[in-house]
């Protein structure tokens, strides 16, 4: 099963680097032989570049040069020609670029109705022909921010005609909020905008927040500098840094923020690429995760967020784990889980995990968090042999929990501030195709969203009832 990341914008495309990066060497660090096996293939495509393409070596499981499955785009050539000038040069070629030179000015209008419209037949032509490339494609996975325009508004664009084109292919989005101290002051306009096309055309949302990966990169930095976790911790953490991947000149602050959402990627996706006893289909997430077509925001969480120097880590650590799983210092939006409610929860573990220990440690969270009535054992686990490089094992938690709602209201609040002033309105509707309407309908889709999580918060603490069953006539 092969999935196809979409990197849309700049910080796409700067999370997406991360991300080839990484799973470049995740495989290599499993697939010592250097061979082109079905785990490359996910992700991966064996070309020999002699060629149209296909050589000798591609069918002896020989390496022969790796093209990643993906599409770049962006309406400024910075971060792509940044890219293609690094170290990942080699592992795409201009097929799968698409870039202009203006950028979208922080104009969710501008990426959307102008560039979408331009760009359409391109970007069309280049997923056919990626697309016919995969023998069996599950899922699309789309990479882009919410605060820009081309991330949000060609991001969005794209997620409607990956629809279009392949209406049966799962569609994945790993969103990107900005804080509240955001300096693109149009930020809630195009946030909320884009959210209107996510809540209508997305299967699956991960939000993950700036202001939350700012945290932890903070925390892992204190940790460190204190030296309170001593031995235990390497200097470098392999989640927040690229230290021992391909040499950077400098560390930018956001390339640490961006290796988290690098790693939740590649932990969501482990199951598809490596062995395990108990392997999650992406699919399987969407099916088993989203009981209403429009609650698909999941909530995830990652740990260890550091790198231990001890690979025999006793079984209390592996508990631990599992408890900072439902804390609210590891999850990457700010929220907290465990004082909400939960629809369903899934479990991805990798490393050296038995399944009873999946078992217990449910178990034993079970009492402290609150489920909703009809989904009492709404838990999806997954264990994948193969843990990230540096660790004994890890988990990311998929949460479908009303916690997400603080966060769809203060997106809201901060887009009336502008709107009822009809602040910056005018550089939006210059634009053409683009009406006051898509304003008050967008906020309105925000609305009855919101609506929804507030009438399942209701429910919460109501007495367990079975939901009433449809009765069969005799």
């Not at 331009?118 to 016919?132: C, F, G, H, P, S």
């Not at 479908?400 to 887009?415: A, D, G, S, Y």
Request: proline share 4%.
């Amino acid at each position: 099963a092969v999935s196809l990341p979409f990197a849309v914008g700049q910080c796409g495309n700067q999370v997406g680097c991360r991300f080839w990066d990484l799973a470049l060497r995740e495989h290599a660090a499993v697939n010592k032989k250097g061979v082109y096996d079905e785990a490359l293939s996910s992700f991966f495509r064996n070309v020999d570049t002699r060629g149209d393409g296909d050589g000798p070596g591609i069918y002896t499981g020989k390496i022969c040069s790796l093209k990643a499955r993906a599409l770049l785009i962006d309406m400024e050539e910075g971060v792509v020609n940044g890219i293609l000038q690094g170290p990942l040069r080699d592992v795409f070629d201009s097929k799968q670029l698409i870039t202009d030179v203006s950028g979208s000015g922080n104009n969710w209008a501008v990426g959307h109705k102008l560039y979408g419209y331009q760009y359409r037949e391109n970007i069309v032509e280049k997923l056919r022909r990626t697309a016919e490339h995969c023998d069996c494609l599950q899922c699309f996975f789309i990479i882009h921010s919410m605060g820009g325009g081309t991330g949000s508004g060609l991001g969005t664009f794209v997620l409607n005609l990956l629809e279009d084109e392949f209406p049966e292919v799962y569609r994945f989005v790993t969103s990107v909020y900005p804080s509240g101290e955001d300096d693109v002051i149009t930020s809630p306009y195009n946030s909320v905008l884009a959210m209107k096309e996510l809540n209508e055309h997305a299967d699956c949302v991960l939000p993950v927040e700036n202001e939350s990966l700012f945290d932890i990169v903070n925390k892992i930095n204190q940790m460190i500098n204190s030296g309170k976790l001593g031995s235990t911790v390497k200097q470098n953490s392999l989640v927040t840094s690229s230290a021992g991947t391909v040499k950077t000149l400098q560390e930018k602050p956001f390339d640490a923020m961006n290796n988290i959402v690098a790693n939740l990627l590649l932990n969501l996706t482990s199951s598809a690429r490596f062995e395990g006893s108990l392997n999650m289909d992406l699919n399987e997430i969407s099916m088993n995760l989203v009981p209403f077509p429009r609650l698909h925001y999941l909530v995830s969480s990652l740990t260890p967020l550091y790198t231990l120097a001890d690979v025999n880590v006793p079984s209390r650590r592996l508990d631990q784990m599992f408890s900072d799983a439902f804390s609210r210092d590891h999850q990457l939006i700010q929220a907290d889980p465990k004082h909400s409610l939960y629809l369903a929860c899934a479990l991805l573990v990798r490393g050296n995990v038995q399944v009873s220990d999946l078992r217990r440690n449910i178990e034993r969270l079970k009492p402290s968090l609150h489920f909703v009535s009809w989904n009492q054992e709404g838990w999806k686990t997954g264990l994948c042999s193969v843990p990230p490089v540096g660790h004994s094992h890890s988990l990311l938690a998929l949460a479908n929990n009303t916690c997400v709602k603080p966060t769809f209201i203060e997106l809201k609040e901060r887009f009336m501030k502008l709107y009822k002033k009809k602040a910056h309105l005018h550089h939006y509707l210059q634009i053409d195709g683009m009406e006051q309407s898509c304003f008050s309908e967008a906020v309105s889709s925000l609305s009855d969203l919101i609506e929804d999580y507030n009438e399942l918060d209701a429910t919460k603490g109501g007495p367990r009832t079975d939901p009433s069953r449809l009765k069969i006539a005799l």
